[in-house]
């Protein structure tokens, strides 16, 4: 199903990895990118309102169907470049979800694939099928993006994946390969977004002070105009500079104080958590250095003519120093874990 380890969840670390995780990472994720597909996130955007809209004249509905097929659109998008039907996003859709709910049932073929394509060779049958399948339907939109090169108004994931070549391997992907790359492509986006729409819904519901000043901070942004929602993009149309460019941005946009933002709810669990660590870890030093084991090594010590200074004398070794460290950071984490919950709950606040 990676087509022989050339995708980049399968593939082990090296050039092909690099050149694979590169080619993501610089021509699709980079926030330089986000702009380009600000058109298709407005329609996907209005699309998935429409959707909750009409959903919602029922008394009760699930929300996360609507999230994955709204999220499966701007992926499909994104991944061969154009606008497909209701009818080829629900079939792309119902390919990958059944070959991605089915891989655990076909791990077991990696193992000795010489014996299992004898002892399980429905099995085998059953996945070069689903593999069919997949090819039916990604194959043709990757042909047509092959085809229509001069004629791109948008760089989608497809088009980078005609023009890679593997320095390593040198040679180009072939079409088995960029079936795999544009399959975790549209697999990898899928469901993680939708689950955190899924969570940040849930929490604004649950919350109702969170609500009304995401409201506010929304009708702040664009003035009143509900037409102006699909019009806010993440920043990506500027860039930072570093480290640099982001304190003179946050000082000049927020001032000098939104660089301590959520201070004091650090400091609510980072205190109590280093005085409970420094001090369970300096009782259980203090314990071994004065037990007789530990008065035993110091005399030991000095009668081999070593010199000790009082430094050298509360040196407990490598092993002891990381056990108690251990211990006395379990320690700080289990008595001061409610801290943490209560560092949580007050940062979402702010």
């Not at 229509?148 to 180009?172: F, I, P, Q």
């Not at 697999?187 to 995401?214: C, E, F, M, P």
């Amino acid at each position: 199903m990676s087509s022989n380890q050339h995708n980049i969840s399968s593939a082990s670390y090296g050039a092909t990895w690099r050149t694979l995780r590169r080619n993501l990472a610089s021509e699709m994720l980079h926030p330089a990118k986000v702009k380009s597909f600000s058109e298709i996130r407005n329609w996907v955007l209005d699309t998935l309102i429409n959707r909750l809209k009409t959903a919602s004249e029922s008394e009760s509905f699930m929300a996360i169907p609507h999230f994955h097929y709204a999220m499966f659109c701007l992926l499909v998008f994104m991944c061969f470049g154009e606008r497909v039907s209701d009818e080829k996003v629900n079939e792309i859709e119902r390919v990958q979800r059944t070959l991605l709910l089915s891989m655990s049932r076909f791990n077991i073929l990696n193992f000795w694939p010489q014996v299992t394509k004898i002892l399980l060779r429905k099995r085998w049958e059953e996945l070069l099928k689903l593999r069919k399948g997949q090819e039916d339907v990604l194959l043709p939109l990757i042909r047509a993006r092959k085809q229509n090169k001069g004629s791109k108004s948008v760089v989608s994931y497809a088009d980078t994946l005609l023009e890679l070549e593997l320095k390593e391997e040198n040679h180009k992907l072939n079409e088995d390969e960029m079936v795999s790359l544009c399959s975790e492509f549209l697999n990898g986006g899928t469901d993680t977004t939708s689950t955190a729409l899924q969570w940040i819904i849930a929490n604004l519901v649950k919350y109702l002070n969170v609500q009304r000043k995401l409201v506010e901070e929304i009708r702040e942004v664009i003035g009143g105009d509900d037409s102006g929602l699909t019009k806010i993009v993440a920043p990506g149309s500027e860039t930072l500079g570093g480290v640099i460019g982001a304190f003179q941005h946050m000082i000049q946009t927020e001032g000098i104080f939104s660089l301590y933002k959520g201070l004091v709810p650090s400091l609510i669990s980072i205190a109590p958590s280093s005085a409970v660590f420094y001090g369970v870890y300096d009782m259980l030093k203090s314990s071994y250095l004065h037990s007789p084991k530990g008065m035993q090594r110091t005399q030991n010590l000095n009668k081999q003519g070593q010199k000790l200074s009082a430094f050298d004398q509360l040196e407990l070794g490598p092993v002891r120093t990381l056990l108690y460290g251990d211990i006395a950071g379990a320690c700080a984490e289990a008595a001061t874990y409610p801290f943490e919950v209560v560092r949580r709950q007050l940062q979402f606040q702010i």
